[in-house]
């Protein structure tokens, strides 16, 4: 027998001899075990997936959890992303047209840290943006920091084109730009807000010191809809005033010009401009002689506008009255100063004739029957040596003598001495008009129940009324004349005010103004408007009654309709115009 026989022999006898005592049925044992050995693996194997994914699913919830709670990583060019969407409440002119709006828009940042290449990219950048400062963008890229602004507010068009480049580490954050539809148009009381939308000036910077800036801190105003503010300002004669102004310091050669419409009875400011100004879209774009509100922020002398003042002051004392009179026939020579009439009529002046002619030295004389001391607390009591209170942040101190001598009442009673705002001016002129009550000015819209609450009376009513008079007499038979509109009765008085130039009043620069009321039986508008160092007028009258006059004039003619005020024509105001 071979070998390989011998061994198959051995293994058939140990197989059947290991099986022997086994019964016929015990066969199927061997099987079943195997079977549950199987199954014990699979439920193992099932039981470690399930706690795996678990386990990374454990994992990734903690880290939402974490990155959730975590504060927002704060670095010195960038602020959170709530402030960055922050909401300003529209503004709104008193008829619901609307001067200032939110519009969203996107800015362009970079991770520098991902940068791959900052020469290609700022070249490619240069593109899209040619205006941008190279080096700047350059240094940005390459400081490896995690975050730079590379511009802010771009156009829709600029952000598809650098999509279109393709940069990595390139990206936009979403933003709210303030968007001024009028332009220019009511730039000084509206205002403008900076780049990260927050008031600066005008009225934007009033909102945010409401409270909206603290809310915006906070996260408080992120995307919300706020409830607009609405201003007492009429869009309409806002467009008409701002247009003649600029008008007249263009025709008139002149420096700067300003005017202000308000109601008499409320104090609401209806109509304010001041030129040159700037666009608040572009505010940059005005310089700091743009950004000069001279209606609120600058002080002129007002030259004889003051004459106003003084004269209801002699008429509220019960020193002088219509009917008296004053020599006005030799010049007043005291402190070394020499007090003259510019068109000297050189004989005994009514009241009104004083009113009428400007005569500086009745009205000094005037002021010298009242007092130093008297004078003084007057101008105090209508507002014209305290500065002034109204929602607009820029308002300027108005200035006088640190004491008071006789020579300064009386250069002060015919507007040298003390410089103030021409919207005090126009302040204390409605208070004239209106019965005797001095209103602060307002660009929020206020009813006249509101305003006598608020009000202080501060001169007789049969003062008003006699101002009234002088007022509508110089309107027709003074240096008012040129202010007439034909059925809208205007009067008002003229100031034409030497210029100081190095320390010394110059004979051929003035500033000139003219402070109007119409209509003026029954007044509801104060109009004052000035032009600073015009150069000429109409028919070669470089006073005030050649330039400022004529654009309240201009101002009445178009605006008075849109405020309300009917036209009168005849002596009793019962005649039409009939055309034929």
């Known amino acids: ?107 362009l940042y970079a991770e520098p840290h ?170 940059s774009a005005g310089a700091e002689d743009g950004w000069l509100n001279r209606m609120s922020n600058g002080t002129f002398e007002m030259g004889s506008t003051f004459k106003s003042f003084t004269t209801a002051m002699a008429l509220d004392s019960g020193k002088v009255t219509l009917r008296d009179s004053f020599d006005a026939r030799f010049p007043i020579r005291i402190g070394g100063f020499t ?63 640190r004491e008071w001598k006789k020579i300064n009442s009386i250069t002060i009673s015919f507007g040298h001495g003390v410089s103030t705002t021409p919207l005090q001016t126009a302040v204390a002129g409605a208070a004239l008009m209106n019965g005797g009550k001095l209103i602060e000015p307002t660009f929020l819209p206020r009813t006249e129940a509101e305003a006598d609450a608020a009000s202080t009376k501060v001169i007789k009513k049969t003062t008003s009324d006699d101002m009234r008079s002088l007022f509508k007499w110089n309107g027709t038979h003074g240096s008012g004349r040129n202010a007439l509109v034909p059925g809208f009765d205007v009067g008002g008085k003229t100031g034409t005010a030497d210029k100081v130039v190095n320390g010394r009043y110059s004979s051929d620069l003035n500033f000139n103004a003219f402070l109007a009321a119409f209509p003026i039986d029954n007044p509801q508008y104060i109009v004052l408007t000035f032009i600073d160092a015009p150069k000429s007028g109409e028919r070669g009258i470089r006073t005030a009654a050649g330039n400022a006059a004529p654009m309240v004039r201009d101002i009445i003619s178009r605006s008075a309709p849109l405020l309300g005020v009917e036209p009168k024509f005849g002596d009793v105001g019962s005649a039409l115009l009939v055309s034929y």
């Open 1 to 107: 027998m071979s070998f390989l026989s011998r061994i198959m022999v051995v293994k058939s006898k140990a197989h059947f001899s290991a099986g022997g005592n086994n019964h016929p049925g015990d066969l199927g044992m061997p099987f079943e075990g195997t079977r549950k050995r199987s199954s014990n693996q699979a439920k193992s194997r099932v039981a470690i997936v399930i706690a795996s994914f678990t386990a990374v699913y454990c994992i990734i919830g903690g880290r939402l959890v974490q990155y959730g709670m975590a504060q927002p990583e704060t670095v010195s060019s960038i602020g959170r992303a709530d402030n960055l969407m922050a909401s300003r409440p529209d503004i709104l002119d008193r008829n619901g047209e609307i001067l200032a709006t939110d519009i969203r828009t996107v800015s």
């Open 114 to 283: 991902k940068i791959v290449d900052a020469d290609e990219a700022v070249e490619q950048l240069s593109t899209v943006l040619p205006n941008i400062n190279v080096t700047e963008i350059y240094n940005k890229l390459k400081s490896q920091s995690r975050f730079q602004w590379l511009r802010r507010q771009l156009t829709p068009k600029q952000q598809s084109e650098i999509l279109a480049l393709g940069i990595p580490g390139i990206g936009f954050r979403p933003e709210k730009r303030r968007f001024y539809p009028g332009g220019a148009t009511a730039a000084h009381v509206v205002g403008y807000v900076n780049v990260d939308n927050r008031g600066i000036a005008g009225m934007e910077r009033y909102i945010d010191n409401q409270g909206l800036a603290d809310l915006a801190a906070i996260g408080m105003t992120s995307d919300a809809k706020l409830e607009p503010v609405k201003l007492s300002i009429d869009l309409r004669v806002q467009n008409i005033l701002r247009d003649t102004i600029a008008h007249g310091m263009t025709e008139f050669q002149a420096i700067a010009a300003g005017a202000v419409v308000m109601n008499v009875h409320t104090g609401e400011i209806v109509a304010m401009a001041s030129v040159p100004d700037f666009d608040p879209n572009n505010p």
């Open 339 to 401: 007090i003259k009439d510019f068109h000297g009529k050189n004989r005994v002046l009514t009241v009104p004739e004083i009113f009428q002619y400007s005569s500086n030295i009745g009205t000094a004389k005037m002021a010298d029957l009242v007092g130093i001391d008297a004078h003084k607390e007057f101008l105090t009591r209508m507002g014209l040596l305290t500065k002034m209170q109204t929602e607009l942040p820029e308002v300027k101190m108005p200035s006088q003598p």
